[in-house]
């Protein structure tokens, strides 16, 4: 199964683009990218998924390479309000593969 | 919009003492999971089940227990709760594998 390597923090100041990496090298064919992120200590929310092309919905946007062996998820305004552990997932369908890590969090500052 | 509900919230037990953790979604979702967070990680897949009637293992299923009676509800059991059981424990619902999960707020729960 895939497994994904994600920085464990990040900066970014309000009002600029997040850039949050994903590297998933051993990805197979039919396995999606999803992100996930989590606020304090709620429940995770889902962002976005992908499967070889980019995707862009209200939340964010996900570039996939054209290799699919990484992704990056943009937050194209960051507020204070997007701090948060930001989770990359590669699912393979299968309920009992599904894998959070550890994530990254991302701090936005004034 | 309701989604996914999860009581109690926040729990405390004794060593040995027995507990079932409630989870209900309405949503019709086939797939249902519980996983569980220990502080600084992420989450970890105890058992999921596919429908009504059909549950199944995951990452870290000892010392914990499902049924699955109705499409609804998803309860987790706890026999005898040991200290390494305290965590935070997330109760999520999707239509398949492959589409959005939608989560719990969790239940904390300490064990002491």
């Known amino acids: 199964d895939a497994k994904t390597t994600q920085p464990p923090s990040m900066d970014c100041a309000e009002g600029r683009a997040a850039n949050l990496p994903c590297n998933h090298s051993?990805?197979?064919?039919?396995?999606?990218v999803y992100w996930y992120r989590q606020i304090h200590s709620q429940g995770p929310q889902y962002i976005i998924h992908?499967?070889?092309n980019n995707e862009t919905n209200e939340m964010a946007s996900l570039i996939i390479t054209e290799d699919r062996k990484s992704s990056t998820l943009i937050l194209p305004h960051a507020t204070l309000r997007d701090t948060a552990v930001y989770y990359c997932?590669?699912?393979?369908?299968?309920?009992?593969?599904?894998?959070f890590g550890t994530g990254t969090r991302l701090q936005v500052t004034l | 919009n309701a989604g996914v509900t999860q009581t109690p919230k926040f729990r405390i037990l004794k060593i040995g003492q027995s507990m079932t953790l409630q989870c209900t979604q309405d949503?019709?979702?086939?797939?249902m999971y519980w996983y569980r967070q220990d502080p600084g990680m992420g989450l970890k897949l105890i058992y999921y089940?596919?429908?009504?009637?059909?549950?199944d293992k995951g990452e870290v299923p000892n010392g914990y227990n499902v049924s699955r009676s109705t499409t609804e509800d998803f309860p987790l059991r706890l026999e005898l709760a040991a200290p390494s059981q305290t965590s935070v424990y997330f109760c999520?619902?999707?239509?398949?594998?492959?589409?959005?999960?939608?989560f719990g707020d969790g239940t904390r729960l300490s064990i002491l």
């Open positions: 999520a619902s999707s239509r398949s594998p492959n589409q959005p999960q939608h």
């Open positions: 051993t990805i197979s064919g039919n396995e999606y």
């Open positions: 992908g499967l070889k």
């Open positions: 997932i590669v699912n393979t369908g299968t309920a009992s593969k599904l894998t």
């Open positions: 949503m019709n979702h086939n797939y």
């Open positions: 089940s596919v429908g009504a009637g059909i549950t």
